[in-house]
C-alpha cells in the first residue's frame, strides 16, 4: 500500500496541475508546427525563401536581388536559388531596362540555368517520361522553356547548340558605360 501510495504522490508532483499554466495561454498545435519541430525548426535557406517571396509580393526587387544572391552563395548546387536570384534580376531589367549592369548579370544567370537543365534535361524530373506527349501537363515546371523564353526576349535568342557560353556573351552582353582618367595637376 506505501508503494502505491507514494508512486501516485510522486505521479502527481511530475504532472502539472493545469498545462496551460505550464506554456501560457492555450494554442492548438498546426501540422506546419508539428513538421518543423520533428525536423529541427526552420532552415536558414527557409526563411531565406520566405523572406524573398515576401520582396516579390512587395516588388522590392533590390532586396529581393540581394537576397537570392544570398540563397545561392549558401547552396550554390541548388537551382531554385538559381531561378529565383535570376528572376528577381530579370524583374528589375524590365523595371529599368537601360542598367545594362543587371541585364547582363540577368544573362548570365538565365545562362547558367539554361545550361545546367540542358545538360539534365528530363533527368531533373521523373514526370511524363514514359507517356508520349505528357510533358505538356507539366508546361508550367518545365524551366527549359523559361529559360529559352528568358533569353529569348533579353538577347533574341537563346545560344545554339553548337555555341559556348564565352561566344555567346561576348555577342550577347552590352557594354557597360564606364569612365576611367586621371587628374593631373595644373601647371600654373
Known amino acids: 500500500m506505501s508503494t502505491g501510495l ?3 504522490a510522486l505521479t502527481a508532483l511530475a ?6 499554466e505550464e506554456q501560457g495561454a492555450y494554442q492548438p498545435v498546426r501540422s506546419n508546427d508539428v513538421i518543423n519541430r520533428t525536423h529541427g525548426g526552420y532552415s536558414s535557406s527557409q526563411a531565406l525563401y520566405v ?11 533590390d532586396k529581393a536581388i540581394e537576397l537570392g544572391k544570398r540563397a545561392v552563395d549558401e ?8 531561378v529565383i536570384y535570376a528572376e528577381a534580376l530579370y524583374n528589375k531589367h524590365k523595371e529599368d531596362p537601360k542598367d545594362t549592369e543587371v541585364r547582363n548579370k540577368c544573362v548570365k544567370m538565365w545562362l547558367i540555368i539554361h545550361r545546367l537543365i540542358q545538360g539534365d534535361g528530363w533527368e531533373l524530373s521523373d514526370k511524363s517520361q514514359h507517356t508520349p506527349f505528357a510533358y505538356r501537363f507539366h508546361t508550367k515546371e518545365r524551366r ?25 556573351l561576348r555577342k550577347m552582353l552590352k557594354s557597360e558605360k564606364q569612365v576611367a582618367g586621371k587628374i593631373v595637376k595644373d601647371r600654373h
Do not use: H, M
Not at 504532472?15 to 496551460?20: F, G, I, W
Not at 523572406?51 to 509580393?57: L, V
Not at 547552396?75 to 538559381?82: H, I, S, Y
Open 6 to 8: 507514494l508512486t501516485a
Open 15 to 20: 504532472l502539472p496541475v493545469n498545462a496551460q
Open 51 to 61: 523572406k524573398i517571396q515576401k520582396a516579390f509580393s512587395d516588388e522590392d526587387w
Open 75 to 82: 547552396e550554390p548546387g541548388n537551382l531554385d536559388a538559381k
Open 144 to 168: 527549359d522553356l523559361v529559360t529559352s523564353a528568358r533569353l529569348k526576349e533579353l538577347c533574341g535568342r537563346p545560344p545554339k547548340w553548337r555555341e559556348d557560353d564565352k561566344k555567346y
